[in-house]
């Protein structure tokens, strides 16, 4: 099948490294002006990650992520303060989109079951100024 | 006026530094699968960077950010690289939020004519672990 053309993607997250789930929860509310806190919260067992999404626009969200564990694949980066970190995409299938785009990224998380028990994977641009260098990319629903 | 449960903040887009505007587009276009160059592109002065909206939902945008000289606040990060840098949220007067941020958040961009000469702001939070450091007000049209 030739995706070249074709536009399946869909912008789904981005990601923000936090180290204290609740305490980037009450700053983003309290930035918003928000009291609301029913927000989808979820262990990510496969990346040792507790994730909150709070909505951002319809379908889309801010995912903080919180390590659990110094060998959390984010722990570091966590204790540097942490901050912007990846844009995720939905997808149809992850593993062709992989096949597809392995001339320009390197696979760094390959699929596993991620978010929501969904099939993910990490992609790592091979360029040095791509500038969106690290994507998730999920199975849609 | 009390805007404290108020939520009047709308997400409009995620900045991105980039070294070359025209690369980053071309790269972005091939993770996608598109073909669209139709991007709404703009010289912002008062930055002095070259920018380009690329459309990530319905009413927000990826703004790669290209410096232009030396001087431009942003050169140093393109030249480490470059990424993800900023949210922008639209909001309806971007000097009464800063008064009620002012507690949690300093203003590093005082008010000035932005993107498509709408006021705009930054600001950065006081917290060591905000997450989302880095935010961009924008009146909204």
Tied chains: 1, 2.
Excluded: W
């Excluded at 696979?107 to 791509?130: C, D, H, W, Y």
């Amino acid at each position: 099948m030739n995706k070249e053309i074709t536009n399946e993607f869909r912008f789904h997250h981005i990601g923000i490294i936090v180290r204290d789930l609740n305490a980037a929860i009450d700053r983003y509310n309290s930035f918003l002006g928000s009291n609301n806190h029913e927000y989808y919260q979820e262990f990510v067992r496969s990346q040792k990650v507790k994730v909150c999404l709070v909505p951002l626009t319809e379908g889309t969200y801010i995912e903080f992520i919180e390590p659990i564990g110094t060998n959390s694949p984010v722990y570091n980066f966590s204790r540097n303060g942490g901050g912007l970190h990846h844009l995720c995409y939905e997808v149809e299938d992850v593993e062709e989109e992989i096949q597809r785009l392995k001339g320009s990224m390197k696979l760094i998380v390959k699929p596993v079951t991620g978010l929501q028990n969904r099939i993910m994977a990490f992609l790592f641009s091979k360029s040095e100024e791509i500038g969106f260098s690290l994507i998730e990319l999920i199975e849609k629903k």
